[in-house]
């Protein structure tokens, strides 16, 4: 009887633990099932985390490419509104300087012994240099780019009137050789070094440095320029033969005192 006791104990026992192992299983699936889930359910929040990152750091690359975009376009457009403005400024003083420049007047006065006299009248405020005054037969507007073409090679050798310096004011001279042309046109250098071309209907147009002045020459072949003689003005000739005739007395009334 005892023994019966004992092993039906043993079988509840056995049961109670059985049904304990049992629970413990089932609780701990669902523990793990929940982990999972929540695992499952972290992973889910981190994917769409990275994802959102991900985008973001996209858009912040897109939002950086445009700026380094636009910023490349504003150097591009600043550098050429600097070219632009300097071009500009170099232009308002390219004008300005032809204002003046355009205050060099040249016409004829007469013809003696085959010769062109000439009147230079410089008002343009400052004294020129390399004044070269040019008799050309055209009948149409002469321009800086077809001057060459009225001395072309074999052809009758320019005349010309050449000043190293011309003062402010009026100058009188002539042409070398016989006058050959119906039109004048001129090529000085302003103050500040810069060559200029005065065409036969008042047009100013800008030659540049003294390299383009010489090159100019050597198209036109007067790569040697002789200084032409000025006209000494009557007024100065009476003037100085009052002044001979009064020293002369001077002299004679010396003399006689003597």
Avoid at 102 to 107: H, Q, S, T, Y
Avoid at 132 to 152: I, M, Q
């Amino acid at each position: 009887m005892k023994e019966k006791n004992w092993l039906t104990w043993l079988t509840v026992l056995a049961l109670v633990v059985g049904f304990a192992a049992m629970g413990a299983s089932v609780w701990l699936s669902v523990q793990a099932a929940k982990q999972t889930q929540r695992n499952s359910q972290l992973a889910g929040q981190l994917y769409q985390a990275s994802r959102t990152k991900s985008q973001e750091a996209f858009s912040v690359k897109k939002r950086l490419d445009k700026l380094a975009s636009d910023n490349s376009s504003l150097k591009k457009k600043n550098s050429r509104l600097a070219k632009e403005n300097q071009a500009l400024k170099q232009a308002n003083q390219d004008l300005s300087a032809a204002s003046a420049a355009a205050g060099l007047n040249v016409w004829e006065t007469e013809e003696k012994s085959g010769k062109l006299q000439l009147e230079i009248d410089n008002q343009t405020g400052q004294a020129v240099s390399d004044l070269l005054v040019l008799a050309v037969a055209a009948s149409g507007r002469v321009t800086l780019n077809s001057l060459p073409s009225y001395f072309p090679v074999g052809g009758a050798k320019p005349r010309y009137f050449y000043r190293k310096k011309v003062a402010i004011g009026k100058t009188e001279g002539s042409l070398t050789g016989a006058y050959a042309g119906s039109d004048m046109v001129c090529l000085f250098a302003d103050a500040s070094g810069v060559y200029w071309f005065k065409g036969n209907r008042g047009q100013i147009e800008k030659i540049g440095s003294q390299a383009h002045f010489k090159k100019l020459l050597r198209q036109i072949r007067l790569n040697k320029l002789e200084e032409s003689p000025l006209l000494v003005k009557k007024t100065e000739k009476k003037k100085m033969s009052k002044k001979t005739t009064k020293k002369t007395e001077k002299q004679s009334s010396k003399k006689k005192a003597e």
